[in-house]
């Protein structure tokens, strides 16, 4: 059966479902195993083997997380030569990518990134232009390094598991000498509100917001929303960038999408077209937004957004 290596960076207290979709994945190919990186609580430990780890390994060294990715290549490099694995999956983040690309290199094996689907035999399906198609790809060397976008499956546990065995791979002190070592981070201000890429439901704003994301924020708390953006809204410095959806920022498939001041071009799409429900706001009845959208409100978003947080409220009492 062939070995797969997941690459889980840096969880927190619990996987996230992101984490969970790639183990998914991974037992449909093959035999998982996890290359993990940061700190193990016990939740974590536990959901991998639900999830069908078989072997997990982890660095010697336990500060990766202070250099930018290289070492995080050699890291995963040394547990594939260990493993015997032949495919290796990670996120499709921008990280995760440049560690799919260094590894490629390292490794000499073929790199498909921005997959939506994997097949058993490991032809992946990628989206390409803005996700107006899907193309098939498989790499022909022993190793295939596949960045997977999230939502592109359910996760669902393994029938049987149990904890998997830990082996410690030796990370070769040449990998952080060469690297560039991160000085100081500045935590972003939590918001409270869920992460935009597993949120179940998402109000997003565009140039329409005119700067001012407050009656979004207010709709989204009164939902447990995430707030989104498009590209406009994040270039003007309205909102930060980690809250871009679409073909350049990320991509969202919630139960429901509330598109407000966004016009709704392909790249845009591209990034919550998936979404069960679409609700746009527009003040233009004639924007391509409506095209897409399940239930569209032509109206100033500034009037209908407030006014859809207070009957929210009043419903609730
Ligand atoms: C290679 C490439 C990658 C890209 N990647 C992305 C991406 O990842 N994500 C992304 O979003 N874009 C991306 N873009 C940009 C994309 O093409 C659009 O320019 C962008 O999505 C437009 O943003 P918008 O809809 O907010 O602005 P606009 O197109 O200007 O639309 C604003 C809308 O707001 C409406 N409006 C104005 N005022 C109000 C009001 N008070 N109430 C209600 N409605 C109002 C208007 O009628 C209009 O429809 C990319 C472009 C390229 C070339």
Redesign the pocket.
């Known amino acids: 059966m062939p070995k797969v290596l997941v690459f889980i960076d840096n969880p927190g207290q619990v996987l996230k479902k992101s984490s969970l979709e790639l183990l998914t994945i991974a037992r449909s190919l093959g035999e998982p195993a996890v290359a993990f990186n940061g700190e193990l609580h016990d939740d974590v430990a536990r959901s991998l083997g639900e999830y069908g780890a078989q072997a997990l390994y982890r660095p010697s060294a336990d500060d990766l997380d202070d250099y930018l990715v290289g070492p995080k290549a050699s890291y995963l490099a040394a547990a594939v030569q260990t493993s015997g694995a032949t495919v290796v999956l990670a996120e499709n983040s921008a990280e995760g990518k440049e560690i799919a690309a260094r590894l490629g290199i390292k490794l000499g094996a073929g790199v498909i990134t921005d997959v939506v689907g994997v097949e058993p035999d490991g032809t992946a399906h990628k989206s390409v232009l803005?996700g107006s198609y899907t193309s098939t790809a498989k790499a022909t060397t022993p190793v295939a390094v596949l960045t997977v976008k999230p939502n592109s499956i359910t996760p669902e546990p393994a029938v049987t598991g149990t904890a998997p065995a830990t082996t410690t791979i030796e990370v070769p002190e040449t990998a952080t000498a060469a690297s560039a070592r991160i000085t100081a981070r500045n935590d972003k201000p939590a918001s409270g509100r869920p992460d935009l890429t597993e949120a179940r439901i998402v109000v997003a704003?565009?140039?329409?917001?005119?700067g001012d994301f407050g009656p979004l924020e207010e709709l989204a708390d009164v939902l447990g929303a995430a707030v989104g953006?498009?590209?406009?809204?994040?270039d003007a410095g309205w909102i930060g960038h980690d809250a871009?959806?679409?073909?350049?920022?990320k991509t969202v498939s919630p139960q429901l999408f509330i598109s407000?001041?966004?016009?709704?071009?392909?790249?845009?799409k591209?990034?919550m077209q998936t979404a069960k429900v679409i609700v746009a706001?527009?003040?233009?009845a004639e924007?391509?937004?409506f095209e897409i959208a399940d239930f569209g409100i032509v109206?100033?978003?500034?009037k209908?957004l407030p006014q859809a947080t207070e009957e929210i409220k009043k419903r609730r009492g």
């Open positions: 803005a704003g565009g140039r329409g917001v005119d953006a498009s590209r406009a809204a994040t871009q959806v679409g073909q350049t920022g407000a001041g966004i016009s709704g071009a392909i790249q845009q591209a990034g706001v527009n003040k233009d924007s391509p937004v109206g100033d978003l500034f209908v």
